[in-house]
């Protein structure tokens, strides 16, 4: 069965840096996008970033252009996100997703930026 294992998350002062990882399994990693979505109390599940199945495109929500990095490494099935620059509002549960044949979540890692 697909299997979608977050990792990475913690506590991080404003202007540092994570790198979340999330592992897949159960399915043929290599062909299907990727994405990561978040979300913070009280608020909806938003679109934080994808990357297409190969790595060649990539797109993110506006909030965090230039700031957070999505990528992967289908030899390890993979994906990453690297997220610098952080502030407060950074600050909620960090979700990979898989569309494989529906729509399959990790569990989530808290990311928390605070001083």
């Known amino acids: 069965q697909v299997q979608l294992v977050e990792s990475g998350g913690g506590l991080v002062q404003p202007g540092g840096s994570l790198r979340l990882s999330c592992v897949g399994s159960?399915?043929?990693?290599?062909?299907?996008?990727m994405s990561w979505y978040r979300q913070a109390p009280g608020k909806e599940r938003e679109l934080v970033a994808g990357?297409?199945?190969?790595?060649?495109?990539?797109n993110y929500a506006d909030s965090v252009k230039g700031r957070f990095t999505i990528s992967r490494d289908n030899a390890k099935n993979t994906v990453y996100l690297q997220m610098n620059s952080l502030k407060p509002e950074d600050t909620a549960v960090y979700y990979c997703?898989?569309?494989?044949?529906?729509?399959?979540w990790g569990q989530g890692t808290q990311v928390t930026v605070s001083s």
């Open positions: 997703k898989a569309y494989v044949g529906g729509d399959y």
């Open positions: 159960g399915f043929t990693f290599s062909g299907y996008r």
């Open positions: 990357i297409s199945f190969g790595g060649g495109s990539t």
